[in-house]
């Protein structure tokens, strides 16, 4: 595994970390909380983004309009049995999830919910830096780099691993203030 490749691996880590932060409620609506709902579209498990056009028209509402008017009741099915956390109602054209304050316990739950997903962005890095440093004692064992070399590239790596968790942690911070923010 070459560094550019590491660096790459660690980079992508570190978007879907923060992917999964968007799917974190805060205290303001955001479409992003739907992006993990699936459904039941003519027999096949469907992302909701690409069946309806979802909106925040204001800070307590997301909007969803569905482009088939008929799928609107097995969106609404597939909201409720979601994991969201919210009670779609459907008024024949649109459904509203109108999103309530979050309560001091659920923020709590909600923090450490995003530092689980943090520490898993951690873990992914961490493990991209143990097969990166296998590769890079394959190489120096196999006579193909000195161990000068290898032990260069090992601490390039560990600065990029440092990077890469800094990015993370801030992301934590930043996720963490969204949360607590009332």
Not at 39 to 65: F, H, M, R, W
Request: proline letters at 4%; a neutral charge; charged letters at 30%.
């Amino acid at each position: 595994m070459k560094l550019a490749e590491a660096e790459s691996t660690m980079q992508k880590t570190v978007e879907a970390t923060q992917r999964a932060f968007n799917t974190i409620r805060t205290g303001r609506a955001n479409a992003s909380l739907l992006d993990k709902v699936q459904v039941e579209y003519y027999g096949t498990p469907t992302p909701l983004k690409s069946l309806a056009n979802i909106s925040t028209p204001d800070a307590s509402t997301i909007l969803i309009q569905p482009y088939d008017r008929s799928s609107l009741n097995i969106v609404e099915k597939a909201i409720s049995l979601s994991d969201v956390g919210l009670t779609p109602s459907n008024d024949g054209s649109v459904i509203r999830l109108n999103i309530p304050p979050l309560t001091s316990d659920r923020r709590k739950e909600l923090a450490k919910l995003a530092a689980k997903y943090a520490e898993e962005g951690r873990v992914g890095i961490r493990n991209i830096r143990r097969d990166a440093i296998d590769s890079i004692r394959k190489q120096e064992k196999n006579a193909e780099i000195s161990e000068d070399e290898a032990r260069d590239q090992q601490d390039k790596l560990q600065k990029l691993t440092d990077k890469y968790t800094a990015k993370v942690n801030e992301l934590l911070a930043e996720k963490e203030k969204d949360i607590s923010t009332v």
